[in-house]
């Protein structure tokens, strides 16, 4: 049986990456697996081996939003940072970093914020909510520390105009142990100096035109 030639296996592997970014794009799909998933089904993909990485789907989604949706992805990226800083703030006791699709500029419509946040308390950061009268919910969220996987607290509470905010609480010599790069981690200044780069003219009309299509 004659096996299948690479440049073709690498082809549907781009289709399968830009198919996916696509239904991200345009269906506000956030999980990486699914959208991969959900693509091969269509494309009718069954081999594992062209499955994309999830950088190259996020490669494939910039490119696609910044063909087809450049103004509308502007606008809804400056209001999650926007929303994140707020956040951040309110929560700056405990040294936040903002991760995931808001710094990295994939966020889109439908994108959560994720933040980190430190301290050896592991309560510290509910009794803050408490406090504050914050809604949240919480849970669990498994990551890796000193080489092991474990569980850490989580919780989620809403910007005003209900975008879920995701806090995972670390203790404190993760935020020291390494070095967190700017590209995937940021913390307040940083993102204050990404909020910066948008002119104040368009700031607040972007930040107003996300609110009132996020009410609908």
């Avoid at 419509?109 to 909510?129: C, G």
Wanted: glycine share 6%.
């Amino acid at each position: 049986m004659a096996r299948e030639r690479p440049e073709k296996r690498d082809l549907m592997r781009a289709r399968l990456a830009h198919q996916a970014a696509r239904l991200m794009a345009e269906d506000g799909i956030s999980d990486h697996g699914f959208a991969k998933r959900k693509a091969a089904r269509q494309l009718g993909a069954t081999d594992t081996r062209h499955m994309p990485s999830n950088e190259e789907i996020d490669a494939a989604l910039t490119a696609y939003r910044t063909l087809y949706q450049p103004e509308q992805h502007s606008r809804i990226l400056h209001a999650r940072r926007r929303e994140a800083l707020d956040a951040m703030r309110q929560l700056a006791q405990f040294n936040p970093y903002l991760t995931g699709s808001a710094l990295n500029g994939h966020a889109g419509q439908h994108s959560d914020i994720n933040l980190m946040v430190f301290s050896d308390d592991s309560k510290a950061v509910l009794l803050f909510l408490l406090k504050h009268k914050i809604n949240f919910a919480d849970g669990e969220w498994r990551v890796r520390l000193g080489g092991q996987d474990v569980s850490v607290p989580s919780y989620t509470i809403e910007t005003d105009s209900g975008v879920p905010v995701h806090i995972i609480v670390l203790p404190e010599n993760a935020r020291h142990s390494g070095s967190r790069h700017p590209a995937t981690h940021a913390d307040i200044a940083a993102v204050e100096a990404l909020l910066a780069t948008t002119p104040p003219d368009e700031t607040q009309a972007d930040f107003s035109q996300t609110d009132a299509s996020s009410a609908k």
